[in-house]
């Protein structure tokens, strides 16, 4: 069974646009995260939530929502799609300092 | 805030050759570090971690990593790449105590020669 697991894989839309991402968890992890991959590869934190509560949010237009039903699940909403959202975002689960990757979802925005 | 520095942006290589990357962080208490691997395509893979204990710690896949804490540096090493090393190699830091808040490193992409 998948540990980390995202939906969709790929994801292709164009500008102005709403698009949601999801990711759900079954290792029991309190904390979950968004990352943002560009195309250079670096990877940049989002958002943490940790027992469906918000903890981390970095600076992140507010087209960017993320919402937590429960401790399992933690989604990722955008509004108004720009040309510069285009990447890739992984999800992330952690419990006692270890990290755990979904397989990412790449947004092409165009 | 905490930071993480990896020394080099593109390391090429050839089979067999030995492999050091660097990796400098910046955090004034306890930390956790990590390696991870992200093969072509593929999500980020835990390659091995440091908590506490001893500084030098071996991780999967033959790799292993030495905690120099009066440098704040935690390089990765491998004695003999293969081809199928190559990918993109993350260090990271969060604070001690489990901490929550997880810092990435910008990457070291390596591409080792047949």
């Known amino acids: 069974d998948t540990a980390v697991s995202q939906t969709p894989k790929y994801l292709v839309t164009q500008m102005g646009n709403d698009k949601s991402i999801k990711c759900e968890q079954n290792?029991?992890?309190?904390?979950m995260y968004w990352y943002k991959q560009d195309s250079k590869k670096f990877l940049k934190i989002m958002f943490s939530?940790?027992?469906?509560?918000?903890?981390i949010n970095e600076t992140v237009p507010n087209r960017f929502s993320p919402k937590s039903p429960d401790k399992a699940h933690l989604n990722l909403h955008i509004n108004s799609l720009e040309l510069g959202d285009s990447a890739v975002y992984f999800c992330?689960?952690?419990?006692?300092?270890?990290?755990?990757f979904g397989p990412g979802t790449r947004l092409t925005v165009t | 805030a905490q930071s993480v520095s990896q020394h080099n942006h593109h390391v090429i290589l050839s089979e067999a050759a030995s492999l050091e990357l660097g990796c400098n962080y910046s955090?004034?208490?306890?930390?956790?570090l990590f390696w991870y691997v992200q093969y072509p395509g593929q999500h980020l893979q835990l390659l091995l971690k440091?908590?506490?204990?001893?500084?030098l710690v071996k991780g999967i896949k033959g790799f292993e990593a030495e905690f120099i804490k009066s440098k704040f540096s935690f390089n990765l090493r491998k004695p003999s790449v293969q081809w199928s090393d190559t990918a993109e190699y993350f260090c990271?830091?969060?604070?001690?105590?489990?901490?929550?808040?997880?810092?990435f490193g910008p990457g070291t992409r390596l591409s080792v020669l047949p």
């Open positions: 939530y940790n027992n469906k509560e918000l903890i």
């Open positions: 290792l029991g992890h309190d904390t």
């Open positions: 440091y908590f506490s204990g001893d500084p």
């Open positions: 992330a689960s952690s419990q006692a300092g270890e990290q755990y």
């Open positions: 990271a830091v969060n604070g001690g105590n489990y901490g929550q808040n997880f810092v």
């Open positions: 955090y004034g208490g306890t930390v956790n």
